[in-house]
């Protein structure tokens, strides 16, 4: 009985494991420059627009230094279309990423 308890938990423990591995695995950051950004309504509408696309966790978007900062699940979304949200807001991606992370 007490090793039947024991291979129950130990199967559960390894299936959350997997699950929280798989969660990590699939969130990305990725800079891109986006241009015709001048002042802080112009990044905060980028933001605006990242935050509200699904799979989209966070986005950090700056007029200033001309670029978006974008933590993703790269499952839901891919680069091409967070590049296809910041067009949509009358901004310019550029079509290579800064720097890609994860």
Known sequence: MLSR???????????LALGVIT????????TIKVQGMKCAKC????TKALKATDGVEDAQVSSEKG??????DDQKLSETKLREVINATGFKAEEQPAKTGQ
Do not use: D, R, W
């Open 43 to 46: 990044s905060a509408s980028v």
């Open 67 to 72: 670029e978006a900062v974008i933590k993703y």
């Open 23 to 30: 969660a990590v695995a699939a969130t990305k950051t990725v």
């Open 5 to 15: 308890i024991t291979s129950l938990v130990v199967g559960g423990v390894l299936v």
